[in-house]
């Protein structure tokens, strides 16, 4: 499932011009993808630096309460501090997804390091994705860059319309989809953060009201 | 180049204050609190803002296709995840790149 998100992103940094290097890091030192694409929707968009960097780091919001759901679930005295510090930048909703399923049944000892081996394979597998979508666009003919590019929207679809049990999660999508386009007309520099406010504003006022 | 290594590190420390500080916050703070429904579903907006802008105002490569391509493409994904298989992703996804491959043959 990561993999048709990567592939994506892959040639998505490829078809925006941004070098393999960036792209592969990006999945290390981001590592969650709706900040990568942000990232490079919005380097290809000319916004200004402060409007990219408030709109990365908001998309990943959800990461603060996940960490300090899981954190006391991994805490252990045998192990040093700065080892959760590292954890901390290995979350990501599928790493995190698999830990609350499995934490229950496995001994507090064990917990961080089955975390370290899950998520750092997950992250090589992101990585490899990614350099593998990049590689796919640049090298095969433009049709195929252009199908590779369209998985993104396509894998965010499915996301969205799959997400429709999970209330606040499809009313923030479908206000943020809604908005986002509207923004871009307004002004395509600071379309991103400015749709994510307004939609989001909205998504939690009608999940407040009903 | 070298501005974008930059631009890359500012945006991973950005990320990064939504993790590091879980670690020592752990005790005190209350996911379940107003603020952060709020900014959860800013943060969902964002992604879905900038993913159908991608549809339906396409800027670089999509923008070489139609808006009755990428509809088709989208809805090849749509039937595949829903009806072919049961929410398989990777399968759905990849059934909206095969069809707006054909499409465009």
Redesign the interface.
Known sequence: ?L???FL?FGA?AA??D??LG?AV??TV????L??Q???V?M???GAP?AA?????????????????????EM?DERHR?WK??L???L?SLSGWTMAVVRFPQMARAQRLSWWYGFTLVLMVVSALSTALGYLGADRLPP????????????????????AVQNR??A???????????L???ASPEW???L???????A??LI?KRT | ?SE??V??????L??????????L???G?D??SEA??????????????????????P????A??SALE?AL??AA??GA??WLTR?N??V???A???A??LL??
Not at chain 2, 59 to 62: D, I, K, N, S, V
């Open positions: 499932m993999v048709a998100g994506g998505l078809a925006q941004i070098p960036i890091a990006s030192v981001i590592w969650a709706p900040g694409i942000v990232f929707e380097h290809a968009l630096l990219l960097v408030i709109a990365v780091m908001v998309s990943s919001a959800r990461f603060l309460p996940m960490t300090v759901m899981l954190m006391p805490r501090a959760y510090y954890a901390a930048q979350l049709l195929a860059r252009l199908a590779l590019v369209f998985m993104v929207p396509m894998y965010y679809l499915l996301i969205l319309t799959g606040s999660a009313l923030g999508l479908a206000c943020g989809a809604i908005a986002g386009p923004a871009y007309l379309s991103v953060p749709a994510g406010l307004a939609g989001g504003s998504a939690y999940l | 180049m974008l290594w631009l890359l590190a500012l945006c991973g950005a990320t990064y204050l939504w993790r590091g500080p879980g670690v916050l752990s005790a703070i996911p379940r952060f429904a709020w900014i959860s579903c800013v943060a969902y907006a964002i992604i879905a803002g900038v993913v159908s802008r991608m549809l339906v105002m800027t670089g490569a999509l070489e296709t990428r493409g989208s994904a749509l995840y829903f929410r992703l990777l759905g996804v990849a909206g790149a095969a707006l491959w465009k043959l």
